[in-house]
């Protein structure tokens, strides 16, 4: 049998994070002793590493509770295992399309500061600037009309 901090040495969790987890019910085989002391069996160190891995996908506390409780019912439940993975799947690819979409504008950004750095171009960056910049008749890039980008 293992403590908590044996539990969280072996699986790379935090002690915190093992608590957390018991007390949310996602290690049902955790067992206390009679001073009410979490231990952990080999079946616990399983279901830890399985939480690990399910948080690593971005799937919540609520979900992963709900996919033990799945496993807990037995074979059964496959089916209903899988579609929640592939729940978290698609969840992930739209995740996946909004960075990709965060790292292309901020390489838009690098080019215009290496613009800028070049003195090709005014530097319109700080919005602390802008008010001037309105007051002189120009525009600023938060203000000035998007036009709607093609795919």
């Known amino acids: 049998m293992h403590t908590v901090k044996e539990a969280a040495e072996m699986t790379g969790l935090t002690e915190h994070a093992v608590r957390y987890y018991t007390d949310k019910g996602l290690v049902p085989t955790v067992q206390r002793n009679k001073n009410n002391i979490r231990l952990f069996d080999a079946d616990s160190i399983n279901w ?17 509770k709900t996919y033990v409780d799945l496993c ?18 698609e969840a992930a690819l739209i ?36 008010g001037k910049v309105l007051e002189d008749g120009g525009q600023v890039p938060a203000r000035r009309k998007r036009e709607p980008q093609l795919s």
């Open 95 to 130: 995740q996946l399309e909004e960075a990709k979409q965060r790292v292309a504008h901020l390489e838009q950004k690098a080019l215009q500061y290496q613009a800028i750095l070049e003195q090709r171009i005014p530097d319109m960056t700080n919005p602390a600037n802008w």
């Open 48 to 64: 830890l590493y399985g939480i690990k891995c399910l948080k690593q996908t971005g799937m919540p506390i609520e979900s992963i």
């Open 72 to 89: 807990l019912e037995g074979d059964s439940t496959v089916a209903q295992r899988c579609a929640l993975m592939m729940e978290y799947k």
